[in-house]
């Protein structure tokens, strides 16, 4: 059971970037599930999965050091080892009941979105599967559409491992037992995709699109990337080359539209990424950094949406978004809600700080208090920031979107992820948010990879490579409507933890008269055979 851990770990690693063999998410989810419930080890199968797959997945860290790596490796492998242990648990107690099961998969996959240090959202198994499928996401969301294949993967595994049971009355009781749970449970899916699908539509008799908008990610990159790496004015240099790039832009707009005979320009914002900005260069301190900007603005007509970092003194820093408007003024600043463990904080840092390389960590992050929405052109296009590692939690996306974002900016750094995968899975993760929410989605990357991704089917519109200095635009637009995702969240997955804890209350008999009248007939059967 334990190789059988191992080869689902290695299954589940290879079906992310930068491996992508997607259809291999489901032998490795039938592998490890049926690992677990089959295993005395259950915790130490558990332990193994989650280690090797999220060792594997994660392995662009250790560009920050091993030292950050290793301990959310081992992490992510406990997590799963007590899910092996609680899986295991509930399967014995209740002789693996499906509903009960699915109702313990819900609970983790809601718990290890929040937990610990405000959740770690990487790995969910839907995200794979973009590509492919898309209404799915719209109904349920990442997490609920992940619940949804690892329920029908799960059902598989259970008839299998009735398969084996020795005695024939067993079996047929058994597999009665499970064909009517899948068979519930298929038709309670039924219902709810049906109810949403419904809704989806009426939602979007309402759909308003609010217009285009023509946005350019400028990727200005590091002379120096990588939390370890240290070079001569390196956040100097930094916004230098996003400047001088942005001055490369054309006041000449790429994309514009005819109406009425006049040509009408379209709205126009500009992207900096996170870290492009911040300390002796912040706009919002700095008069001659404003001022920089501000003729940029002028000269291009178009709103700028900058990332940077701000000192509040030795021991705290924001993490900003900061939205100059048309006129050149600063109309409004996002605070990072979301700080990212040990890179922007350091939890329990009065009993850590005798490891030497937390030393890098020498602020920890000030929390903004919610999302700001940020209006565009003359049409007030609505968009929304969120920041580096909050783009990839469902949550603050969808946060954005009932606040009545249209349009939404992922700014974010990357640089610690090296030439690992991880930023092709953060895109992933993207992608499976912008549909779920039908939100076109702007992923600026200081270092890459940058993109544009459709909220309609979740493509990457274009994309730019890593650790290269480039501008890329783009005409997004601004929808208004609402999916059943953003309205209602993981509902899916409060459901079937309802019904697992009604399940799992309700008084069970030790015996069934069907189960008795079976031992009966095969007792006479038995007798008959001797009498004659």
């Known amino acids: 059971m334990l190789i059988s851990s191992l080869l689902s770990g290695v299954l589940y690693f290879l079906s992310f970037p930068p491996f992508g063999y997607w259809y291999l998410i489901f032998p490795a989810l039938w592998i490890f599930f049926g690992a677990v419930l089959r295993s005395k080890k259950s915790f130490l199968s558990g332990f193994i999965f989650g280690s090797v797959s999220y060792g594997v997945i994660l392995f662009g860290i ?28 509930f399967g014995f107690k209740t002789d693996n009941n499906f509903f009960i099961l699915v109702a313990v998969i819900s609970v983790f996959d809601l718990i290890r979105a929040y937990f610990p240090f405000g959740g770690f959202p990487w790995g969910y198994p839907s995200t794979v599967l973009i590509d492919f499928i898309q209404q799915p996401f719209k109904i349920f969301g990442p997490i609920g559409f992940s619940l949804v294949i690892q329920s029908i993967v799960l059902s598989l595994v259970l008839n299998f491992i009735t398969s084996f049971k020795n005695k024939k009355y067993e079996y047929d009781r058994q597999s009665f037992l499970r064909g009517r749970n899948i068979l519930v449970f298929l038709l309670i899916m039924s219902f709810v995709y049906e109810i949403g699908f419904a809704a989806e539509g009426e939602v979007r008799k309402g759909d308003v699109e609010q217009g ?56 126009r914002l500009i992207v900096w990424p996170e870290s492009s900005s911040g300390f002796g260069n912040d706009p919002g301190i700095s008069a001659k950094t404003l001022d920089e900007i501000s003729q940029e603005v002028k000269r291009l007509n178009a709103s700028f949406l900058i990332g940077g970092d701000r000192p509040v003194d030795s021991s705290y ?29 350091i939890p329990f840092r009065k009993y850590l700080d005798w490891i030497p390389p937390l030393s890098l960590v020498p602020r920890d992050m000030i929390r903004g208090n919610g999302q700001e929405i940020f209006s565009i052109g003359k049409n007030n296009i609505k968009i ?59 992923h600026a990357a200081i270092t890459g990879k940058s993109a544009f991704i459709s909220g309609f089917d979740g493509k990457v519109y274009s994309s730019t490579e890593l650790f290269t200095n480039a501008v890329s635009t783009r005409r997004l637009i601004a929808y208004t409507n609402s999916t059943p995702y953003s309205l209602w969240g993981n509902y899916l997955n409060y459901i079937m933890i309802a019904i697992g804890f009604i399940i799992y209350s309700f008084p069970k008999k030790k015996t069934s008269t069907w189960n008795n009248q079976h031992i009966q007939n095969h007792s006479f059967s038995s007798n008959d055979e001797r009498a004659k």
């Open 62 to 89: 250790q560009s920050i050091g091993y030292e950050a790596w290793i301990p959310l490796t081992i992490l992510m492998g406990l997590m799963y080892g007590v899910f092996g242990k609680t899986l295991s648990y």
């Open 212 to 267: 285009d908008i023509e946005i350019s990610i400028i990727q200005g990159n590091s002379p120096c990337p990588g939390a370890k790496n240290r070079c001569e004015n390196e956040r100097q240099r930094i916004y230098e080359s996003h400047l001088n790039l942005t001055k490369s832009l054309s006041k000449e707009q790429l994309f514009t539209y005819e109406a009425l005979e006049e040509e009408l320009i379209k709205p």
């Open 317 to 345: 820093f924001e993490n900003y978004g900061i939205y100059i408007d048309e006129k050149g003024k600063i109309a409004g600043e996002y605070l990072k809600q979301h700080p990212v463990p040990f890179g922007e904080y």
């Open 384 to 442: 929304s920031s969120v920041i580096s590692f909050e783009g990839s939690f469902e949550r603050y996306i969808r946060r954005s979107v009932q606040e009545g974002a249209e349009v939404i900016v992922i700014l974010t750094n990357q640089a610690s992820y090296g030439e690992s995968g991880m930023s092709d899975q953060f895109i992933l993760m993207s992608r499976a948010n912008a549909v779920s929410n039908h939100r076109d989605i702007v």
